[in-house]
């Protein structure tokens, strides 16, 4: 079974410049996440979509981040625009659903605003 | 609130001996208890989780955890370390009655010493 996909492995860009993640959840996988894991830390949630609609975004910055799940399959997490504090690593996951089965984590995306 | 505490930043145990990487947790309600390993440049991997039934939950690469109710504790471990077993381990709960979302405690770093 092929695991979860994510695209670029690594992003440098300055502050205030836009950038955009990718995710391919595994098949058939209804709930899909975005977390961002600050160096020393662990995973925050950002959002979570269940098929194409959102469950949860209650710690997305919506003033600068943005998320779509097209077609209830892949998705894109975009920045715009970056800050300093945006440096982190955008981890992707998925599950069957949203109840007690565990995600499983794509290698993520790591992002580096100087 | 969901929380996770991992009160130790680092272990360090001599190959062949036993583990023990320890998490606290707090929810309103029962809890679903995860613990994920992370290697280098690599997304989080599943291990092991707890949802209701045998307190002694047994996982992946010979891990095991135990649920403590009474002491609201699920610590891993493993009877004898390997060298491959060196990485970053995260515990994670989530509420029963919440939304799928994953409270991360900060992770724990397991040198395991040949």
């Known amino acids: 079974e092929a695991g979860v996909a994510q695209s670029p492995r690594y992003k440098i860009i300055e502050k205030r410049q836009s950038v955009a993640f990718w995710c391919n959840p595994i098949?058939?996988?209804?709930?899909l996440y975005w977390y961002q894991q600050i160096l020393g830390q662990g995973p925050k949630l950002l959002i979570q979509?269940?098929?194409?609609?959102?469950?949860?975004d209650s710690q997305l910055p919506k003033d600068r981040f943005s998320a779509e799940r097209l077609k209830g399959v892949d998705s894109t997490l975009k920045i715009q625009p970056a800050k300093l504090e945006d440096s982190a690593v955008y981890l992707c996951?998925?599950?069957?659903?949203?109840?007690?089965?565990?995600?499983?984590f794509g290698p993520g995306t790591r992002l580096t605003v100087t | 609130a969901q929380s996770v505490a991992q009160p130790e930043d680092q272990v360090n145990v001599a190959e062949g001996n036993p583990l023990t990487v320890k998490c606290t947790y707090s929810?309103?309600?029962?809890?679903?208890l995860f613990w994920y390993v992370q290697y280098p440049n690599r997304g989080l991997q599943f291990l092991l989780k707890?949802?209701?039934?045998?307190?002694l939950v047994k996982g992946s690469y010979g891990f095991e955890a135990e649920f403590n109710k009474s002491q609201t504790s699920f610590h891993l471990k493993k009877p004898s370390a390997l060298v491959s077993d060196s990485a970053l381990y995260f515990c994670?709960?989530?509420?029963?009655?919440?939304?799928?979302?994953?409270?991360f405690g900060t992770g724990t770093r397991l040198t395991v010493i040949p």
């Open positions: 707890y949802i209701t039934g045998d307190n």
């Open positions: 979509f269940q098929n194409n609609g959102v469950v949860d």
């Open positions: 929810v309103s309600g029962n809890p679903y």
């Open positions: 994670a709960v989530r509420d029963e009655n919440g939304a799928n979302n994953l409270f």
């Open positions: 996951a998925s599950s069957i659903d949203g109840t007690f089965h565990e995600q499983y």
């Open positions: 098949s058939g996988h209804a709930t």
